[in-house]
């Protein structure tokens, strides 16, 4: 990841252990998170105010009602460019995600996180 520069994340996941997590991991590797938690997590607006400074959202899956498929869609409308990566908990009856960017298995792992930050910035390096 030296190549590229850092990212900018932003984690929206209601409990805030999620957010910890992924700064644990990326954080050391020179990328800044941010996160909304807890009620904040579901509110659109929130969310679309909080991605205008990020590069990739980390979207928990499990939000109630289905609604990190809406924040999802809202948030590729209002920022066509900003990468998408739904974590998706092991063992979920819920179907995975169609048309994000990337999928990730929560509870995260350190290596997982790495990869998926690299594979992401290799992808935005052969798109600019």
Sequence with gaps: MSRA?????????????????????????????????????TDPAAALAAAANADLALVDWSLVDGAAG??????????????????VPMGTDRPEPAGWDMVAPLP????????MLDRWQEDRHDRD
Aim: zero cysteines; glycine letters at 12%; hydrophobic letters at 50%.
């Design 108 to 115: 995260l792992a350190g290596d997982t996180m790495v990869r």
């Design 70 to 87: 809406h924040l999802g869609v809202m948030l590729k409308r209002g920022r066509p460019d900003l990468g998408l990566v739904a974590l």
């Design 5 to 41: 520069r850092a990212a900018r994340l932003l984690v929206v996941a209601p409990d805030p252990r999620v957010r910890a997590a992924v700064a644990g991991f990326a954080e050391p590797a020179g990328h800044r998170v941010d996160g909304l938690d807890g009620d904040r997590a």
